[in-house]
T-cell receptor, first 113, second 112 residues
Framework: DAGVTQSPTHLIKTRGQQVTLRCSPKSGHDTVSWYQQALGQGPQFIFQYYEEEERQRGNFPDRFSGHQFPNYSSELNVNALLLGDSALYLC????????????FGPGTRLTVL | DAKTTQPPSMDCAEGRAANLPCNHSTISGNEYVYWYRQIHSQGPQYIIHGLKNNETNEMASLIITEDRKSSTLILPHATLRDTAVYYCIVRPNKAAGNKLTFGGGTRVLVKP
């Protein structure tokens, strides 16, 4: 039973660039949530996708956008990268709009230079 | 969402039980208590959750007070691999959109 997978593992970008991160949910899950974790802090909720729609959003600017595909996988896009966007980006999957327990992937480490 | 308060750090001896406290005095009747842990630079790992009753699984036990204002996560026999940051989270139980709000967590160091 495959768990949550994320790609790439690490990524280095420069300021102003755009980045796309990918997440495949745990088998049987249909909901994907994205979190950002800055160094030394707890994860912060970005948004959640269910039935290919953004269902809930945290306090993040419009530079952060996402998409969910019919196979439930998801992408997180960040435009106009800032140095402060450097963080570990975590994807969590669950069932039925996150009524159930969320399970996290290993994360993507983004470094913005 | 109800907030949680945890001690910032604690040490534990290998082989002994580790008792991690969490205060959630503003918890609502339909909110769950969830525990996750995060080993350095990895994704958070789900441990256990509960609503009212005490819960036990292969990883830990969760004791929730009768008034639900606090809880304790118990690792029965701590090992060096249990060294991690432990997060206590109060999660709403809505039909959808149940985001997790992480606090600072408790940094647990298991010593030989």
């Amino acid at each position: 039973d495959a768990g949550v997978t994320q790609s790439p593992t690490h990524l280095i970008k420069t300021r102003g660039q755009q980045v796309t991160l990918r997440c495949s949910p745990k088998s049987g899950h249909d909901t994907v949530s994205w979190y950002q974790q800055a160094l030394g802090q707890g994860p912060q909720f970005i948004f959640q996708y269910y039935e290919e729609e953004e269902r809930q959003r945290g306090n993040f600017p419009d530079r952060f956008s996402g998409h969910q595909f019919p196979n439930y996988s998801s992408e997180l896009n960040v435009n106009a990268l800032l140095l402060g966007d450097s963080a570990l980006y975590l994807c969590a999957s669950s069932l039925g709009g996150a009524r159930d327990t969320q399970y996290f992937g290993p994360g993507t480490r983004l470094t913005v230079l | 969402d109800a907030k949680t308060t945890q001690p910032p750090s604690m040490d534990c001896a290998e082989g002994r039980a580790a008792n991690l406290p969490c205060n959630h005095s503003t918890i609502s009747g339909n909110e769950y208590v969830y525990w996750y842990r995060q080993i350095h630079s990895q994704g958070p790992q789900y441990i256990i959750h509960g609503l009212k009753n005490n819960e036990t699984n292969e990883m830990a036990s969760l004791i929730i007070t009768e008034d639900r204002k606090s809880s304790t996560l118990i690792l029965p026999h701590a090992t060096l691999r249990d060294t991690a940051v432990y997060y206590c989270i109060v999660r709403p139980n809505k039909a959808a959109g149940n985001k997790l709000t992480f606090g600072g967590g408790t940094r647990v160091l298991v010593k030989p």
